[in-house]
């Protein structure tokens, strides 16, 4: 059995700027995947791909296959059907659901418009809020979104997207407006509900350290392109792209007080700005001239797959002394 999702070589044009430069990695049936990046780095247009939410402007070559299908091929049609198979959580649940309607609305929707028993879709509404960690589930179910708080909205929203069991999880920067305690919580109780129906998630988000607690792998996005694959536990313990390890030494400590928050140096590059080469040679501490002319094809090294010219010199430890240290490299 081949993978539930395969991006294969996906490029991405809105009007003349571009967006992606030939993006691939695939996801696998139940399988919990990162993308993460600075900002402009593509990932949340590498998910909407998937479901095909972009802008009329927007022009593609490449594939985006869900379970065998090209997302970016389909008729209109045939899009609805494709759809049902995914799973979509936006960063502002204010904005996804209608601020007119009581919450019991939203959660019973789509059992209103297919004509299904809206007693049985009542009940596990109520059934799914609770098992979200929502307390008084049947008051909530009457209460309209203003009346709640963000992370309880954020349940109501992850809740009405399980309910429906989808093969795909598509979780753009569900928990960036949530407060720490609340995102572990929120993602936590996604996850056990997610692997009890066997649900894959693809999570867009820019923090590192909660893609690797809730994801099985890590996709590092940087001006449009992938730089490094590799399961979380390599991510965290051996990156090998320098731009991972920037990202890595840019998480301020927990055990020391800091002067100045680490950063990685220099302005991110989005994909319209990028030149022939390595979109980050710019920034990169190790970078040579090659660096900056040729892009570097992806190779397989030490668990990673990844795009560099100096992967090899990384691994061998060559380079500690030019690249930035993470957090348990300086104890």
């Known amino acids: ?26 996801v696998a049936a139940g399988e919990a995947v990162g993308l993460v990046g600075e900002s402009g780095s593509g990932k949340s247009m590498t998910l909407r791909a998937l479901a095909r939410l972009l802008p009329d402007n927007a ?7 869900f379970d065998g299908t090209d997302a970016l091929a389909l008729s209109r049609g045939r899009l609805r059907s494709h759809r049902r198979g995914l799973g979509m959580v936006f960063q502002d649940p204010r904005a996804a659901i209608n601020p007119m309607h009581p919450v019991e609305s939203f959660l019973v929707e789509r059992a209103r418009d297919t004509g299904s028993d809206l007693g049985a879709a009542r009940t596990s509404a109520v059934t799914m809020l609770r098992r979200m960690g929502i307390h008084d589930p049947e008051r909530r179910m009457a209460q309209y979104p203003f009346e709640l708080s963000g992370g309880l909205l954020q349940r109501v929203m992850i809740a009405s997207v399980l309910m429906e069991r989808p093969r ?15 995102q572990s919580d929120v993602l936590a109780l996604a996850g056990d509900l997610r692997r009890e129906a066997g649900t894959a998630m693809l999570l867009v988000t820019h923090d590192l350290d909660l893609a690797g607690a809730v994801c099985d792998r890590i996709v590092v996005m940087y001006g449009g392109q992938v730089l490094e694959t590799a399961s979380a536990t390599d991510i965290a313990s051996r990156p090998v ?3 991972t390890r920037g990202l890595l030494a840019s998480r301020p ?9 680490p950063v990685v140096p220099g302005t991110p590059v989005s994909a319209s700005a990028t030149g022939p080469g ?11 001239e090659r660096c900056a002319t040729e892009l570097p094809e992806e190779r397989l090294i030490a668990g990673s797959r990844v795009r560099c010219h100096r992967a090899e010199e990384v691994v061998a430890g060559v380079l500690d002394a030019e690249l930035p240290l993470r957090e348990e490299e300086v104890r």
């Open 1 to 26: 059995m081949g993978p539930l999702v395969e991006y294969r070589d996906l490029a991405l044009t809105i009007g003349d700027v571009p967006i992606l430069r030939g993006v691939s990695f695939d």
């Open 59 to 65: 022009s593609t070559t490449g594939e985006a296959l």
């Open 168 to 182: 795909l999880l598509l979780a753009d920067e569900p928990t960036t407006a949530l407060d720490v305690t609340t």
């Open 241 to 243: 792209h320098p731009y």
């Open 253 to 261: 400590p927990l055990t020391r007080r800091l002067d100045t928050i």
């Open 278 to 288: 390595c979109p980050f040679a710019s920034r990169c501490p190790v970078a040579v």
